[in-house]
Every structure is written in structure tokens, then in C-alpha cells.
């Protein structure tokens, strides 16, 4: 498998399928670790920053589970395959720059990405299609162990796993559950629902993360405090608190059915027509347009369109993939262009 192969493949993340997947898009864990007496990127030097990729490209090589899977180094990538990369949500923005050392593998299926010398020497991430925590924590938890044959992780009994970020410290563990919430935003009880999130000491994200506003009414939550807890704990936290979102959804949802049928069945049916027969669109007017979709699929109203279509679509639509698409360079106009083609195409076949 190559960079290439990833274009006209569906990530696990976006198949629309697991558990609560109407609502939940994928549920991501990753875990941060680093090799024991080396210091973090940011105060390695050159040869430290060597020696954690060889050490990490030597225990991916001799590991079945790695066997399919791509490496490559940062700085050999071209701009535009570095944001097909983040576009994809395999890395993070501050990966995306060059450096030395820097490198991320890639597994079949997307299901791993691992970011080698980002703020941590490892960043191992696991996505999962759907509200599926347990699932995903059982899958990056056993690459963690084959990891740990080959690697010294940096781990003290006092204060667990070692890392750069103070608040990653103890079990390094970052739970995330992309949730579509268009309900919430339409009946404006969406800002309420959120302070409550930061109250109770989780963080809210946009659609790419950290930094990142939300669109397409898409929402990450995630813990904030890895330590003092163990893995299980802060897992069914999360479990807890995205299960009583999603019933908030769920009544706005039938709320919205119940009084104002008409009406949203008018934006919802409004949206696919527009977006079947748009020859320019911008990437914001199409998330915006995909969510109510997307939406109208769970409602019953659009039937012959599939959540994994839509799914794809919101990945597919972005600028990086519409140029490695193209094959070439385009311009803001030429994508827009590309775009309503691309959105054409693939709904007029559904």
C-alpha cells in the first residue's frame, strides 16, 4: 500500500457503521509515549531524534501487525500530501511541519496512524466507525503491548507513562467521539450542552481537533486528565457523558419531527438539491449542506443516499483530496468547480 492507494479508499472511520453511528461519526483513542532516556522532541537533539524513528521503524518491521502498513518521513512528503494526511485525520497540523525525524506509519483499513517525534516520540491513534470506545480501546491497547516487546517506553510506578504535555501524563490516554449534532444547534441548546461538557472538565473540538472550530455540526469531545485514573475509567467517563448527549440529540431530533416537520423537511430536501446540481460550491456552503443530509438520512426523509457516502464526502470535498484527485494543482475557483463535479457524481449515483 502507498500514499496513492489512500485516495480512492474509504477509511474504517467514515463507513457510517457500529454503534450509535446515526449520531456518532468514530470514536478515536490515541496514546502518547516516549523512549526511555531520550529526551522529548522538543529538547532532543539531531541524533536523539535519529535514534527514535530507527528504534521505531526496526519494532514496526518486525512486527506482523505492521506488515501492510506505509511509513514515511515528513520531510520527503510535499505540502499537498501532508494535508491529505490531515485532511484524512491521520495527523495533526504541528506534525504537518517539517523536522528532523519526523515520520508517520499508516495502517490498512486507517485504522492506525502513529506520529513518530511529534510533541511525544509516539503518538499512536486508532479511529473506529461509530460509538465503539471498548472496541477501539482493545485494538490500540494490544498494539501498545507489541510496541512495548520492541520499546522502552519512558515510565516511572509513581507517575505512570512520562510525556512532554504535563497533562498527558499517568496513562497517556486521549479519548475522542466525533459526534453530529445538528439538532442541537438548530433548537440553540448546543451552547448549553457544551458548557456543561467544560464544567465537568472535558474539552469540546471542531471537526480536525485541537484549535479547530466546529462545522458541519460536528463536535470531538474528549477527556482532559489522564492521570489519577486508570484507562477503563476514563473511558467509561467519556462512555457516560456522550451517551446522555446523545439522548439530548435524539429528543431535539424528534422535537424538530414533531413540530416542525415541514420545515425541515424543506432544508433537508433543499440541501440534496442543491448540492446534486451545484456547479460551484465552497467546501463551508457543502458541510453545511452534507450535515443536513446527513441528518435527513436518520430522519427517514432521505432514503436513497447512504451515511458512508456522505461520510466520505465530507473527506472527499476538501482541497488537498480534490487536487490529488485532479492530479494536479487547482486554484480556489477550479476546486470549487471540481467539488460540485465530485458531489454530482457521487450522489447522482446513489
Known sequence: MNLEDLIHHTGEWLKGTGPQSHIVMSSRIRLARNLEKIPFPTRANRKDLAEVFETTQNAIASTDYFKDSILLKINEMDNLDRQF??????MSHDHAASG??????????????IMINEEDHLRIQVMQ???DLSETWKIISMIDDLLS????????????YLTACPTNTGTGIRGSVMLHLPAL???KQINKVLEA???LSFASRGFYGEGTQAIGNFFQISNQVSLGHSEEDILQ???????QIIEQEEQARQALLVQNKSILEDKICRSLGILRNAHIISSQETVDLLSMVRLGIDSG????????????LFIMIQPAHLQKIEGKKLGASERDAKRAALIRDKLGKA
Open 129 to 131: 466507525s461509530g460509538f
Open 149 to 160: 516487546e520492541k520499546i522502552s517506553y519512558a515510565f516511572r510506578s509513581d507517575w505512570g
Open 85 to 90: 494526511l490531515i485532511e484524512r485525520h491521520l
Open 197 to 199: 461538557i467544560a464544567k
Open 301 to 312: 426523509i432521505v432514503k436513497e443516499v447512504s451515511t458512508q457516502s456522505i461520510n466520505e
Open 237 to 243: 467517563n467519556i462512555n457516560g457523558l456522550v451517551r
Open 100 to 113: 528532523e525525524g519526523k515520520a508517520i506509519v499508516v495502517s490498512t483499513e486507517e485504522v492506525l496512524s
Open 185 to 187: 444547534v438548530m433548537t
